[in-house]
């Protein structure tokens, strides 16, 4: 299955485009596109882990890889930890491998 996100990420004005794809419904390939040079840092640390076996991200047993990754790059080039691109990553990958259904994810910050 395919899956496609794209993220507005707020204050900071940059569209991310994350693209998910796995042929055997566990590990899965993914690509990240956006104008932000701490997304594109990311991007490439994560070129470097996949594809990703989803269910090993899935499980409580140990931490997920993408978000491992994610907390280090955005601490080490001082970004926002809250960034939601990592988030919406993990949820690209999830769709693509099956374990969830593509619904909108909503934050509304009043």
Known sequence: ???KVTVDAGICGFTTIIKAASEDN?????????PCEVIKD?????KEITP?????????QTESAILKISRLVLVEKGACEACAVP?????????????????DVVMEIQ
């Not at 990311?42 to 994560?46: F, G, N, R, S, V």
């Not at 990703?52 to 409580?60: D, K, R, S, V």
């Open 52 to 60: 990703i076996n989803a269910y090993q991200e899935l499980g409580p």
């Open 87 to 103: 988030a919406a990553v993990c949820k690209a990958m999830y769709i693509a491998a099956g374990l969830a259904l593509p619904k």
């Open 1 to 3: 299955m395919d899956a």
């Open 26 to 34: 566990m590990n899965v390939d993914l690509k990240v596109v956006s």
């Open 42 to 46: 990311l991007a490439e640390k994560y």
